[in-house]
């Protein structure tokens, strides 16, 4: 799968995000063949210049229009032409579903419909060129998955058309309201607006979901620089991520979370109690063990290892259950064989059976539970319900057939 990852540590805008897919690779005129159909190449000059961010290099957009333009534009005008235009499928259809987007936002916080919305700086000629730049570039890209990171929005406020608004702005709070799309905080960022409607909209439209990368490789990385001066790298980071390929020995990669903590004031059940609403959680394991402790009090160390999504129930369970004021997290790469579970009848009853593939061959595994269980019911060691267990998993054989066989 060809998978592209949007990283916005100081935010999105069109422009930072046209700049990293033309430093990602993507070529000049695939961007600029969509314009000139649109007639804008006669009307601007699109300047992408190598520059520095906090030190760190990138690719940066300056659009400069050669003729004066209309202050603004009904978003029925530019619908309609949009429509009329020779630009083709499935291009012209994203074109059109990132500016309405921004017109449906629009007209919720003002009031009105879509069709009587005016754009001012989303009409401007330079957001045109972001939007159509974009979208052309990711159409050539044609990733089968585009995970983007939770934008950080910004804080403070901000000089518009339409007078000094609050950050995030209305059309971005809408924006993310309409789409559920999750805004990191900003309180440790510059105030100001670091996310824009238009780089929302753009993500909005093409992001197969919100949030962190399951893991992989990165193929090739592009960067795109903001023109705002931060107290950091002003950047957008794009990377096509490669996924790992399954090891010689049959293992498949897989990312997963580890959860830890020490507790030095819980006793044996309370811990106990811990690790099962841990588990019941979505927790893949949870193990703890004995650790010594400052002043050399006695504790333990529990970890809980999950799948990157339950990360925020399972903070919730440590946080409530638990006597810990504080969590470590780390999301580790780990490779895991081909395994299957499956059900075998016996004559004590269904068992569930664990199969591995293994370099040497096929190991079966019983269900411990089930085995207890049928050893409760029946009175026979535990030993010997395995064994019938193991047996029905070999059809055919006659252990297996011992093994289905009614005995008084």
Known sequence: MKRLVVDCPTGLAGDMLLAALLDLGVPRGVVEEPLRHLGLLDQLRLR???????????LRVTVTPLQSQPQERHWSELRGELERSPLQEPLRGKVLAVFALLAEAEAAVHGQAPEAVHFHELGALDTLVDVVGVCAALEHLACEE???????????SVGTAHGRLPVPVPAVLEL???CGVPLAGSGDLPAGELLTPTG??????????FGT??????????????HRVLDR??????????????SQDG?????????????????GEAVAHLQACLRRAGALDVVCQPVQMKKGRSGVLVQALARPDRAAALRRIWFRESTTLGLREVVQQRWTLPRRERTVQTRLGPVRIKEAER???????????????????????????RRIALAACQPGTAEAEEALEEHP
């Open 146 to 156: 585009l995970i983007c990171a939770c934008p950080p929005a910004g804080h403070g």
């Open 176 to 178: 993310a309201r309409r």
């Open 359 to 385: 370099p040497g061959g096929r190991t079966l595994k019983p269900e411990h539970d089930d085995l207890t269980a049928l050893a409760e019911a029946s009175g026979l060691p535990l030993a010997e319900v």
């Open 213 to 226: 990368s399951r893991g992989g490789w990165p193929e090739a990385v592009g960067v795109g620089l903001g």
């Open 233 to 246: 790298p002003n950047l957008v980071r794009l990377w096509l991520e490669g996924q790992m390929s399954e």
């Open 48 to 58: 992408v210049d190598e520059g520095r961010s906090g030190g760190l290099r990138g």
């Open 200 to 209: 929302l909209a753009l993500m909005a439209v093409h992001a197969s979901r």
């Open 251 to 267: 293992a498949l990669p897989e990312t997963v979370l580890v959860q830890e903590c020490q507790l030095d004031d819980a006793d």
